[in-house]
């Protein structure tokens, strides 16, 4: 029986998951899994993916991924192939590491997304590794927490703004850590696949189908001042507050919509910083749309016909 298309898009959030193959752990020792989180640093340069969040267990992985050019079967491919050639060699083993075809669960509600956070953040506690989870050496915890630097290729600019700061995703994480509630890991020992129900189903959201690509950064912000009646300068000005230059903010999510560029690229073209872009964006999904009727305007006639 063939397998089922993976839903992916320009922009879609996955939770990442695979397992050792044989049921058998996919590290050797700690230098082992600072190998894997090398080559998931190395997939996020070469295929420009964002990773927001990770766990990795003795004997499987988590991670919370942003595929921004629709590509993640081919990034979380090579990271696979990569780190079972090293560690192949390094062992002299031969065969497998990994049990097979990664596993991604479609994230399309912002709540949800904060829920896959914590539930890999909390994963390792939940499996008796440790009693809380910034005690666990191999997960993005201490970063979000404030307790540690984060690596060079993990984003948390984009979840640390919506929560509000360390302190704030801490108090949540806790919050969650003490409540009753008997979560499941998200695998099937037997088959591999992910459980019906090891986590809070997320909303019945419809998927965002992918948009035109324009050829060009300076074709698509001509055109997105064009369509929003302003000057190509006015997009490239800064201010604060939310309710301050609301095109601006509408063109990172257009350059997003209908681009392949990177976010550094888009903040060439807008005056910005990959983390201010990363932010602004995060923020209009949230709720810059549903406040301003001009607003939802533009998003219901974007791009133009």
């Known amino acids: 029986m063939p397998r089922k298309p993976r839903i992916d898009y320009p922009g879609a959030w996955h939770h990442v998951m695979n397992r050792g193959a044989h049921k058998q752990p996919i590290f050797a020792k700690h230098d082992d899994a600072i190998e894997l989180l090398t080559c998931i640093g190395d997939a996020v340069e070469r295929y420009a993916i964002e990773v927001h969040g990770y766990a990795l267990l003795n004997n499987h992985y988590h ?59 909390l994963n390792p506690v939940r499996a008796g590794l440790c ?117 601006r903010r509408f063109a990172v999510w257009a350059f997003t919509r209908s681009t392949d560029l990177t976010q550094s690229a888009i903040g060439g073209y807008l005056g910005m910083t990959p983390a201010q872009v990363a932010v602004a964006l995060h923020r209009f999904r949230r709720s810059d749309a549903p406040r301003s009727a001009q607003m939802r305007e533009w998003i219901d006639g974007w791009p133009p016909a």
Not at 86 to 110: A, K, M, V
Not at 171 to 200: C, N, V
Not at 210 to 216: E, K
């Open 63 to 121: 991670l919370l991924v942003r595929s921004r050019h629709g590509n993640l079967s081919r990034a979380m491919r090579w990271v696979g192939g990569n780190y079972t050639r090293i560690i192949n060699s390094r062992y002299d083993w031969d065969g497998p590491i990994f049990r097979g075809r990664f596993h991604s669960q479609l994230i399309t509600d912002e709540i949800y997304l904060a829920t896959v956070m914590t539930y890999i953040h």
């Open 131 to 247: 009693e809380t989870p910034e005690a666990f050496d191999e997960s993005s915890c201490r970063a979000y927490f404030g307790e540690a630097q984060a690596p060079r290729w993990l984003t948390t600019d984009v979840l640390t703004e919506d929560f509000g700061g360390p302190a704030a995703i801490r108090s949540h994480t806790m919050e969650i850590l003490g409540e009753d509630k008997p979560w499941r890991d998200g695998f099937d020992a037997q088959s591999g696949k992910i459980l019906d129900g090891y986590m809070p189903a997320p909303p019945n959201m419809p998927v965002a189908a992918a948009q035109p690509i324009f050829h060009g950064g300076a074709e698509a912000l001509n055109m997105i001042a064009a369509y929003v009646g302003c000057e190509v300068s006015d997009l490239q000005v800064g201010s604060r507050g939310r309710g301050a230059n609301a095109a």
